[in-house]
Structures are given as C-alpha cells and as structure tokens.
C-alpha cells in the first residue's frame, strides 16, 4: 500500500479540496448521474458511449408526460416493469392523480422508485409546447501522444470533437450530430440527423432511426439489455415501433424513413402499420474482386489506412413491414424485414447477417393483467434457422418474480436483434433466467437472479459447447433518506479453455464477487459515497487462484445554486487483467464510460459543472491514472509510454 500513498498526493488534494471548500446552505437535489449510473453499469464490458444513456438523458432534458406516455415508454426507466406502468399510468390517466408523492402512497414505491420518477418524468397538462433548442459540444484532450500518432499511422489530428444540435416544437422534432475521434481527419467522420412528426394517428421520421419490435429478436437498438440489479423489469422489455438515432455509435442504426399508422378499431383497440426503408453504406473488409465482405467493421475508429478503407464500402438495403394488433391488456405483431447487401456477407461473426440478401421473419406477443405480464417471440433468419424467446413477470404481494427463456440455434443470425443473456448477440444460446425483488418495505428491498445456460455448440474460443452458471444477490436497504447501504454478491461459472505448457486445458472458471457501498447524504450539500469490491477467480487445477480488490471514494459537493462539483479516488490491485474490476464513470453527463481497473494503481478525477446562465453551462473533468511496475499504459495504437496519464474533458451545453 505504501505505493498507493507515495502516488495519490495530487489527487487527494484535489478529492478533499471539494470537500472543505466551502459550506453554504443551499438547496438539496437529486444527483441525476449517481441515478444514471447504478443501472447502467454493465459487468466486464468497455464501451466509451453508452446507448442506453443516450436515451435515458432525453428523458432528462424532456421528463416523460405520464398524462399521455404509453406503458412500453414508461417501462424503459429502471426499476420500472410493464405491471407497474400500467398501474402508474392507470392512476394518473383514469383517476387523476397529479403529484408523484400521491402516486407512491398508492403503490407503496421505494424510495429507489421514488426517485427515477422524480428525475425522469412529469405530469402536465396535454396542451402545445414552447419550442426547445438544444446544442452540446465536448473535447477530450490527452496529455501524452498515443503509438498511432507515435509511429504516423494515424492520418488526421489528436482532436477530439462531439457536436450535438437537436430542436422540437409541438408535434415537430430535429436533430444533428456530429462526432471526430482523435486521429480521424474530418470533423464529422461520424454523421447522424434526423427529422421526426408525431400526429394523432400518425408518426414520420425521416434521416437515422432504430427499430425495436417484439422482445429484440431480429430489431432492437444498439444497446443490449443486459443482466444488472434491474432484476425484474430488465427480463422482460417490449416494445414496437422506432425512434431518432441519438447515438455516436456507427452501428445497428437505419437511414431512411419510417412511417407508423395507427388505425383506430375500438376505443381501446387498434391496429399498428409500419413501414421503414434504410439505404446506407456499412464499413466492412470487402473484397470487390471476389464480390465478398468478410467482416463488417463496428469499432467506429477511421483513423489508419486500414480503418479508413473499411469506411462504407458495403452498400446496405432494408426494407421492414410490420402489423400489431394491441388492446388494453394484449398485443400481437407480425414482422418481415427485408436485408440486401451489394456483396455477400461471409463473416463468422455471431452478430452479422451470413449471405447476400434474405428475409427475417418474427411474430411476437404480450398479455398483461395488474399483477402479470407475458410475452413471446418466434422469430426466423434469412437461412431458416429458428429463435425463441418468452418472459413473463409476476407481483405477489411485495414480491416481484421475473422469468425469461431464450433459445437461438448455433446458425442462427440477426445483424440487429439482441438477446437478454451471456453473450451479444441471439446466436448459439439457451438459457432461464429467474429473477425476484423483495419490497421488505420502502426502505429495504432484496434482489437475487440466477441464470442457468449453454451453447448448442462449439464456440469462435472453445472446441466444445459452453455451460454455465450466474447467481446475483443484493441488499439494498435506507437507513433514513439521506444514508443507504447496499451488499451485493455475485458468482460466475462458465467453460473455458487455457494453454498450459503447450497444452490446452478446458476448465469451469469460477468468479467471486463480493461488494458493499455506502452512500450519505451528509448535508443539503454533500453526498458521499464509497464502495469497496473483491473479487476471487478459480481455474480448477489449471493455475493458481487469482484476486482483485477496488476502493473507491466519491464526492459530490453543490457549492452555489448554480455549481456542481465531484471528484472520486479509486485504488485497485489485481493478480492480472483477467482479475480486472469494472468500473463506471458517467461524468460529464451524456458521456458514459465503464472502465477495466486492473493491476496495482490508482485512477482520481475531478469535475464541475457551472450553469452560466439559464441557457449555458460548463462542465470539465480531469482524470488522473497512475500505475506500478508497468512502462506503458493501453495496447496496441492507443499505447502510451510511462506509467501515468492524464485527461480533460471539457463539455458546453445550451438550452434555449
């Protein structure tokens, strides 16, 4: 530990500086990121954007109207199940109910609940809107020059620019983002803009969408929804229809158009018509001569000569159909989507389409009562190859179960379907989930999940099919409204494959994961927070068992109405990347990272965020990673040498 003290001086001068600064008696607010951030933390996955956020932040910049949102909306908050959307929106819609407390009393939310509704929803009056204009740009500046611009194998600039516009009024919305890695030479390598109507009956978009029918099989967005403390509403998430593409990502989006219409049988029943069309170059390895695509390239990144060949060389045709018929408790749905590529698609990738063109087919369901929902979905790829899911949640008294099966052949592929289970993709997978949540009362509430699963059959890493095992349980309980406690314990199983001595051992691998965190409201002010997670790895008799420990600590400190400061200090010390701890950062807002803490070191930033004026504010971050016994940091481009670095984002944001 003596590293850890010889190393953090600067940082923890900067951690309490927020801290004793100053104490004034303002007023008390949620702290929208520590909210955003707990569901949407996702295990051993790093992604610099999270899709998810995107969405959820448009709830913050426009708090979802209860007196006309839809349960499918309503369902998409965490914590927040399709059963209990219904009941919300019933009270609000039928009996009038105008306050979120009012709402709680009734349905004996959680504190927990309590909150998500308060950040992400309103109720108001159904009448015209004032126009809103929105606009973000964000820099990342790195203080130390990557391997990329080291050895000149990247082509453009070390700017790093994201640029968002977006407008509404009424019925009518616009929007238009831009985004330049460091490395890639023009300013909107990265493009995405769309144009949307919403009428009585009928819903226009024009520009990039996502398409999200049934349970996901073969249409969903870019964001998975994966297993997290969400125990419940997460296993069953349903939906049908499209929406503007907010993302940065370059991937599992469509350009073109989409109409819905809605055509009205009873007063509580109607049928849904949709049609989309999409035309847009994907990036690909392609091989023109031979007339094939080998690979189709979703990292994003257009900064070498080979990433930059890749760049929209697949052309790309789609054309989706879709018929629901939906009423006060059930909905059933058809869909045909229509996929046609310039070459033949010949990539192993569970996640791309296999051939030149063909149709995938779905048919999906869902009946719900105040107290039980059900859905399903049987759905058929371009090969006949056959997918399967079904999901069901049930309310007895304070306790809530979840059930969800997937079931998807070893050849089966949908480029833009997501699967609720271990891997990415609806590919090569079964599996049960079973999930429960105890409401003990409003201030203590238990979670625990288990997820039983296999393969079909071998895998891209493993010569036979893979087996195994996840069990999650977490305590979650307020002491009073300003200090909470939440213990968590997780175990994982799984069959893999490890060379040792020139020879490969197959195994199940074990992991242990252990974690408690504290969260205080100190004053009207002051939130702390700190959490410590351990972690225990076990190879069988392949190898030694392995370990890792995290401490963090954060702040969150409102100095003046109008200034927001946070600052959190982590320590890690791991056996190797294999052992690595996870960690979330969602700072400044509309930016999500979720980071592989590994090895002995520590990583501290600090941030702000100053609303100028009613229409302008600024946020920065600067975050600090220093690391022992190593001469480099990263891997293979994005390498830097020595065994420190430093960032700063800096974030402008008007409303007007």
Same mark, same amino acid.
């Given at each position: ?89 019933? !009270? ?33 009056? =159904? ?7 929105y606009y973000r740009a964000r820099n990342r500046i790195n203080f130390k020059e ?98 503007? *593409? ?28 949709? !049609? ?9 390895? =392609? ?48 869909? /045909? ?7 033949? =698609? @010949? ?13 995938l087919s779905t048919l999906y369901s869902m009946f719900h009562l105040d107290n ?7 759905s058929k790829d371009a090969r006949n190859n056959l997918g399967a899911k079904a ?41 049960? *989930? ?14 625990? *999940? ?23 349980? @977490? ?60 972690? !225990? /790895? ?12 995290? !401490? ?59 609303? /100028? ?44």
């Amino acid at each position: 530990m003596c590293f850890f003290f010889n190393v953090k001086k600067n940082a923890l001068f900067l951690f309490f500086f927020y801290f004793f600064f100053f104490n004034i008696s303002l007023f008390s607010q949620e702290f929208e990121q520590e909210i955003l951030e707990e569901y949407l933390e996702q295990e051993d996955e790093e992604d610099p954007v999270s899709k998810y956020f995107d969405e959820l932040e448009s709830y913050i910049e426009n708090p979802l109207n209860l007196k006309k949102a839809s349960i499918e909306q309503l369902s998409k908050l965490p914590e927040f199940s399709v059963n209990l959307s219904g009941k919300i929106l019933h !009270l609000v819609k039928k009996q009038n109910f105008n306050s979120i407390d009012e709402i709680a009393d009734t349905l004996q939310l959680s504190l927990k609940q309590v909150r998500i509704l308060k950040l992400f929803t309103t109720i108001e009056k =159904v009448d015209k809107k004032k126009g809103k204009l929105y606009y973000r740009a964000r820099n990342r500046i790195n203080f130390k020059e990557t391997k990329g611009f080291e050895s000149d194998k990247f082509q453009g600039s070390p700017l790093y620019l994201y640029q968002r516009l977006s407008a509404e009024k009424n019925e009518y919305k616009i929007g238009f983002l831009t985004k330049k890695n460091p490395g890639e030479k023009s300013l909107n390598e990265f493009y995405s803009g769309y144009f949307s109507a919403e009428f009585e009956n009928i819903e226009l978009l024009l520009g990039d969408y996502t398409l999200r029918q049934g349970l996901g099989n073969i249409l969903w967005s870019n964001y998975r929804n994966s297993k997290s403390s969400n125990v419940v509403s997460s296993a069953l998430q349903y939906r049908n229809g499209f929406s503007p *593409y907010r993302s940065s990502t370059d991937y599992k989006f469509f350009r073109g158009a989409a109409l819905l219409y809605k055509l009205n049988v009873t007063e509580q029943s109607r049928f849904n018509i949709s !049609l989309s069309y999409s035309n847009i170059d994907r990036s690909a390895t =392609v091989d023109a001569a031979l007339g094939i695509a080998s690979s189709v390239y979703t990292a994003g990144y257009y900064r070498t000569d080979t990433e930059i060949q890749k760049k929209a060389s697949l052309p790309e045709t789609c054309f989706n159909g879709s018929l629901q018929f939906e009423s006060k408790n059930f909905s059933l749905g058809a869909s /045909i989507l229509n996929v046609n590529y310039k070459y033949s =698609v @010949e990539s192993n990738a569970k996640n791309a389409f296999f051939g030149k063109d063909g149709n995938l087919s779905t048919l999906y369901s869902m009946f719900h009562l105040d107290n039980a929902s059900f859905a399903f979905e049987l759905s058929k790829d371009a090969r006949n190859n056959l997918g399967a899911k079904a999901a069901s949640i049930l309310k007895i008294e304070n306790l809530d179960l979840a059930f969800h099966y997937r079931n998807f052949s070893a050849e089966y592929r949908s480029p833009f379907g997501t699967i609720f289970g271990e891997t990415y993709a609806p590919n090569n997978e079964e599996g049960l *989930y079973s999930g429960a949540k105890w409401f003990v009362n409003q201030q203590f509430t238990l979670s625990s *999940y288990i997820d039983i699963w296999r393969t079909h059959k071998e895998t891209s890493t493993l010569p036979v099919p893979q087996k195994g095992i996840e069990l999650f349980s @977490e305590m979650d309980y307020f002491f009073d409204q300003d200090l909470e406690f939440i213990a968590r314990f997780a175990y994982k199983n799984k069959t893999e494959q490890k060379t040792v001595q020139k020879e490969k051992k197959l195994f199940q691998k074990g992991i242990f994961i252990f974690r408690m965190e504290l969260k205080y409201q100190i004053d009207k002010l002051t939130r702390i927070r700190l959490r410590n997670e351990n972690r !225990l /790895i076990n190879y069988e008799a392949v190898k030694g068992n392995e370990t890792g420990v995290l !401490l963090f600590c954060d702040i969150q400190r409102k100095f003046f109405s109008n200034f927001n400061a946070y600052a959190r200090l982590s320590l890690h010390l791991t056996d190797s990347y294999d052992s690595a701890i996870w960690q979330y950062e969602s700072d400044p807002l509309g930016y999500a990272l979720s980071q592989a803490l590994y090895g002995k070191g520590l990583r501290a930033y600090g941030g702000f965020k100053y609303e /100028i004026f009613d229409f302008l504010a600024l946020s920065a971050k600067f975050i600090a990673v220093k690391k022992a016994n190593v001469e480099k940091l990263g891997s293979g481009l994005n390498e830097t040498t020595g065994s420190s670095n430093q960032q700063l984002f800096i974030q402008l944001d008007m409303k007007f």
